[in-house]
């Protein structure tokens, strides 16, 4: 009766205290600055496994620090008091749980151990984050924006209303005239059908005619050609080698030396008697008569002084 006594009393003063003997959970502790709106029993999960729920939440000390209880139901996991109790938001719009990522390097987390904290960014606080500067670039878009449409009421005056409607109109015009135009030509073609299939044949025949001359251009015998070439070039070849060789008369003209001295003679004789006639013409041409009787009298020749020698 005795021993059922003080077990009972042990038994009532854990129940009093928020304990339970028969309880294999494992209690640990977790320092916060910020719990991010995480309330008690969120869970708390070990790699995406629920493995128990926020037991209790309250502040520390009077500087606002926040102690969060973990009650941990799987006893089966070991875990080492180097891992990190974070809390994360569960799901886009979800409340905020905790997660344990487990450390297995020192010593093994025992119930009552404080783990280390850390608190993630969730997805919609990132995005609040990135709305942060697009909503100062926004800003100053529409500020832009009220510039243009200020420098447009600026600018579309009743002058400017007047000249944009002008221009407008003008524009319409332009159109019309294309129309016109358009009209005209697509009426010019259909009279003209008959005329332009007729020109499209002739340009047919034409080229048609074009290859046909091209093909026999082509046939013709190119080799015949330099073959005879190469023959003219040959025999003026041999009436050159004939000319060096001092063969026929206009070789020994070229190439005998005797037939030059002759000729180069000639040729002086030649300018002498020329000389000669220009100083002495009554020489060669006697057509005076003396009316006496008297005799022509004529110098004999004489050869020129300051001719070539």
Do not use: C, W
Not at 64 to 88: H, M, Q
Not at 188 to 203: G, I, M, P, V
Not at 264 to 287: F, G
Request: no cysteine; proline share 2%.
């Amino acid at each position: 009766m005795a021993l059922a006594a003080i077990a009972v009393l042990i038994f009532g003063y854990n129940f009093m205290k928020g304990k339970n003997i028969f309880d294999s959970s494992r209690e640990f502790y977790a320092l916060y600055d910020n719990v991010e709106s995480l309330s008690t029993s969120s869970s708390v999960t070990i790699n995406g496994l629920k493995v128990g729920a926020v037991s209790g939440i309250d502040f520390l000390n009077d500087n606002g620090k926040i102690i969060v209880r973990l009650r941990i139901t799987n006893k089966d996991f070991e875990f080492s008091k180097n891992s990190i109790a974070k809390i994360y938001s569960d799901g886009l719009i979800g409340g905020k749980s905790i997660k344990i990522i487990p450390d297995h390097k020192g010593a093994v987390a025992q119930s009552g151990d404080t783990l280390k904290s850390e608190v993630e960014v969730g997805t919609l606080d990132n995005v609040v984050q990135d709305l942060g500067p697009l909503k100062d670039k926004l800003k100053s878009t529409l500020g832009g924006l009220d510039s243009l449409v200020a420098g447009l009421n600026e600018v579309l005056d009743t002058t400017g209303r007047h000249n944009l409607k002008g221009s407008i109109e003008k524009f319409n015009s332009t159109m019309e005239n294309l129309d016109h135009s358009t009209a005209q030509l697509d009426h010019l073609l259909a009279k003209n059908t008959t005329k332009l299939d007729t020109t499209f044949t002739n340009l047919s025949h034409t080229a048609y005619n074009f290859k046909t001359l091209s093909d026999s251009l082509a046939e013709i015998k190119v080799k015949s050609l330099v073959r005879k070439l190469d023959q003219t070039l040959a025999d003026v070849n041999q009436i050159t080698d004939k000319l060096n060789n001092g063969e026929g008369t206009a070789g020994k003209l070229l190439n005998d030396d005797e037939v030059y001295d002759n000729l180069n003679h000639a040729s002086k004789q030649l300018e002498e008697l020329l000389q000669d006639i220009k100083l002495h013409p009554r020489r060669y041409i006697n057509l005076k008569f003396s009316v006496f009787g008297g005799k022509n009298k004529t110098k004999p020749y004489q050869k020129p002084q300051d001719s070539i020698k």
